[in-house]
Nanobody, 119 residues
Framework: QVQLVESGGGLVEPGGSLRLSCAAS????????MGWYRQGPGKQRELVAR???????TYVDSVKGRFTISRDNVKNTVYLQMNSLKSEDTAVYFC?????????????WGQGTQVTVSS
């Protein structure tokens, strides 16, 4: 069982930066991948960035070149560095991790952290 807790959200002006953190209660090394999703007002939840256990990263097109996902397996923490923030980045950001094995598929979610980009 893995519990995920996000932090680092807040209010920032357009063009500013924030770093989100996702701390796991258990080892993230056992997870196949971890990612950040977001859900803006009136929008569906979307995958923003994902990093696999091997370190491969993927990003949604709208954040490429601005956001960077990284992981620290020693600290059991995943980060999302967000630069050049835009108003359309305003959303609740959720941390996710999953594992697939002979025991089945396990999907873990954090409670979410609000990011508001506004002047």
């Amino acid at each position: 069982q893995v519990q995920l807790v996000e932090s680092g959200g807040g209010l920032v002006e357009p063009g500013g930066s924030l770093r989100l953190s996702c701390a796991a209660s258990g080892s993230i090394f056992s997870l196949n991948a971890m990612g950040w999703y977001r859900q803006g007002p009136g929008k569906q939840r979307e995958l923003v960035a994902r990093i696999t256990s091997g370190g491969t990263t993927t990003y949604v097109d709208s954040v490429k070149g601005r956001f960077t996902i990284s992981r620290d397996n020693v600290k059991n923490t995943v980060y999302l560095q967000m630069n050049s923030l835009k108003s359309e980045d305003t959303a609740v950001y959720f941390c996710n991790g999953y594992s697939v094995s002979g025991l089945g598929f396990f999907d873990y979610w954090g409670q979410g952290t609000q990011v508001t980009v506004s002047s």
